[in-house]
């Protein structure tokens, strides 16, 4: 069974940074044949892809939002992928997950994001 941990929100005021993580396990084969994603659920909201990588980590995709200020990356020996979140503004705020797809279907119970001055 597939198991997604995330960890690393928190409260921050605009501007500052976040690094989150998501430990993954369960998986058929290795880690690294699998692309991922990391999804974002804003209080009243649905679920909004935030970007993806690949299973080599060669390839990274963004949404609007998130292009030019978060990174995704991924460390394989680790069976964990990151985000890093800078120059956050308050409509960051949100519970954020990491999927195994996009649409977040299969996803961990996330971790809170809160930015606010």
């Known amino acids: 069974e597939v198991q997604l941990v995330e960890s690393g929100g928190g409260l921050v005021h605009p501007g500052g940074s976040l690094r989150l993580s998501c430990a993954a396990s369960g998986f058929t084969f290795p880690f690294g044949n699998y692309g991922m994603n990391w999804v974002r659920q804003a209080p009243g909201k649905g679920l909004e892809w935030v970007s993806t990588?690949?299973?080599?980590?060669?390839?990274?995709s963004y949404s609007a939002s998130a292009k030019g200020r978060f990174t995704i990356s991924r460390d394989n020996a680790k069976n964990t992928v990151y985000l890093q979140m800078n120059n956050l503004k308050s409509e960051d705020t949100a519970l954020y997950y990491c999927?195994?797809?996009?649409?977040?279907?299969?996803r961990g119970q996330g971790t809170q994001v809160t930015v606010s001055s």
């Open positions: 999927a195994t797809d996009p649409n977040g279907a299969r």
């Open positions: 990588i690949n299973g080599a980590g060669s390839w990274t």
